[in-house]
């Protein structure tokens, strides 16, 4: 069964003091690894795809790395406005459907 | 109107009423999907539609109906609801469906749903 796992829970951090989210998983062969940002009371909002070990990806303060077992996100001198819950989610191999993690929430104090 | 729609965005109803939730998406996708997502849980997937046929019905149980009438629109048919049901039901996207390079999911904003 594919699993995701997601550290920490919760992150606070004052403003400009970078930091990593964690996203450990357990599939039978990677389809695709996806970031989203959520905040509160709205959709998920799509960040990035990864689909193999190596691979990275970056968006202004946001970069996304993947290894065979996890996937960092890191946040490089963050605002207060990346404050958000941060969800990753995995695809396994064939047809199965996407399985989430429970997210880390972001503080970011000014 | 752009992306993935979805309405109405609060809906409070008592266990023994029928309501429907509509979702929209302006993606020109194939593939539309019904999410619960309750506090301090993963989101959890309930029904998956692929041009217009269900893909996957994840043991949910029958006091939801869903309903594809084309690759644009979904709805979710509620009837006498449970107070456990209360969360917030996302609609979302794919320009494919799993397995495929194109499966990247977008959301609509949600539905907060409150049953009592």
């Known amino acids: 069964e594919d699993q995701v796992t997601q550290s920490p829970e919760a992150l606070r951090l004052q403003e400009g003091e970078s930091s990593s989210l964690n996203c450990s998983y357990t599939?039978?062969?990677?389809?695709?690894l996806f970031w989203y940002r959520q905040d509160p009371g709205k959709g998920p909002e799509f960040l990035f795809t990864?689909?193999?070990a190596g691979e990275e990806k970056e968006k202004e303060r946001l970069k996304a790395t993947l290894t065979k077992k996890e996937s960092f996100l890191h946040i490089t001198a963050p605002k207060p406005e990346d404050s958000a819950t941060y969800l990753c989610a995995v695809g396994g191999s064939g047809n199965t459907p996407l399985v989430f993690g429970k997210g880390t929430r972001l503080s970011v104090i000014a | 109107e752009t992306g993935v729609t979805q309405t109405p965005r609060h809906l409070v109803m008592g266990m023994t009423n029928k309501k429907s939730l509509k979702c929209e998406q302006h993606l020109g996708h194939n593939a539309m999907y019904w999410y619960k997502q309750s506090a301090k849980k993963p989101l959890e997937l309930m029904f998956v539609y692929n041009f217009k046929e269900q893909t996957e019905n994840n043991s949910v149980p029958s006091r939801f109906s869903p309903e594809c009438p084309n690759s644009s629109h979904l709805f979710l048919h509620l009837h006498t609801l449970q107070p456990e049901d209360s969360a917030l039901y996302l609609c979302?996207?794919?320009?494919?469906?799993?397995?495929?390079?194109?499966?990247?999911?977008?959301f609509g904003p949600g539905t907060r749903l409150l049953v009592l």
């Open positions: 599939v039978s062969g990677l389809r695709g």
């Open positions: 990864l689909y193999s």
């Open positions: 979302a996207s794919s320009q494919g469906a799993g397995g495929s390079s194109q499966e990247t999911q977008y």
